[in-house]
């Protein structure tokens, strides 16, 4: 699970599309996100997310927001490198650039 956090300036609403984001464990293992509204027990009981509806498509307006994104795969360990692809997110209708992060052992880059 991977938890976004929104802060919205400005009143300027910011549109996200959960399932643009990508976990690569390999050029031929990727996995979708699916996004969820942020809640304890999500991360408690995979029963009860299983129970909660997917978020598609979010647009966020107030001050702070939040959502979860979980990817149908076990977590790497920590010896694996792995890579996250941020994407969907769009402020006025402009699609904004997300970053693609390098995850591996004993590196704390930014």
Request: glycine share 6%; aromatic share 12%; proline share 9%.
């Amino acid at each position: 699970m991977i938890r976004f956090e929104f802060l919205i300036a400005d009143g300027i609403p910011i549109e996200f599309i959960p399932p643009l984001n990508i976990v690569e464990l390999n050029p031929e293992q990727s996995f979708y996100a699916t996004g969820y509204e942020c809640r304890a027990a999500l991360l408690i009981d995979p029963v009860y997310r299983k129970s909660q509806r997917p978020i598609r498509e979010i647009a966020f307006s107030e001050k702070y927001n939040c959502i979860d994104l979980y990817f149908d795969v076990p977590p790497p360990s920590g010896d694996d490198l792995f890579k996250l692809k941020v994407d969907g997110i769009s402020v006025r209708g402009k699609q904004i650039t997300g970053p693609e992060l390098t995850f591996r052992k004993n590196v704390a880059n930014w």
